[in-house]
Nanobody, 123 residues
């Protein structure tokens, strides 16, 4: 069982930065691939980024590539999403998720989800 708690969201102006954190509980966290997804009001959930269990492999949606960076700290059981160059279209609730098999851009392949943290980017 893995429990996930996101933090770090907030209100920021366009061009600004935020760093989201996802704190995980459960001793098997190190063996899970982790992903970040987002959902804006009235829109479907969207893949943002994922990272392998080792941290050696990452993958990003085209919409965030070059602006966002996913990373993980095994000692702290935490996954991060550094978001730079934020745009109003990045406004959404951001969720982290855990996948015991492999990193994936498909949300239905993740077993555990956090409650999300809201990111609002003003123009």
């Amino acid at each position: 069982q893995v429990q996930l708690v996101e933090s770090g969201g907030g209100l920021v102006q366009a061009g600004g930065s935020l760093r989201l954190s996802c704190a995980a509980s459960g001793r098997t966290f190190s063996y899970y691939a982790m992903g970040w997804f987002r959902q804006a009001p009235g829109k479907e959930r969207e893949f943002v980024a994922h990272i392998s269990w080792s941290g050696g492999s990452t993958y990003y949606a085209d919409s965030v590539k070059g602006r966002f960076t996913i990373s993980r700290d095994h000692a702290k059981n935490t996954v991060y999403l550094q978001m730079n160059g934020l745009k109003p279209e990045d406004t959404a609730r951001y969720y982290c998720a855990a996948n015991p098999r492999y990193g994936s851009s498909r949300g239905d392949e993740y077993d555990y989800w956090g409650q999300g943290t809201q990111v609002t980017v003003s123009s």
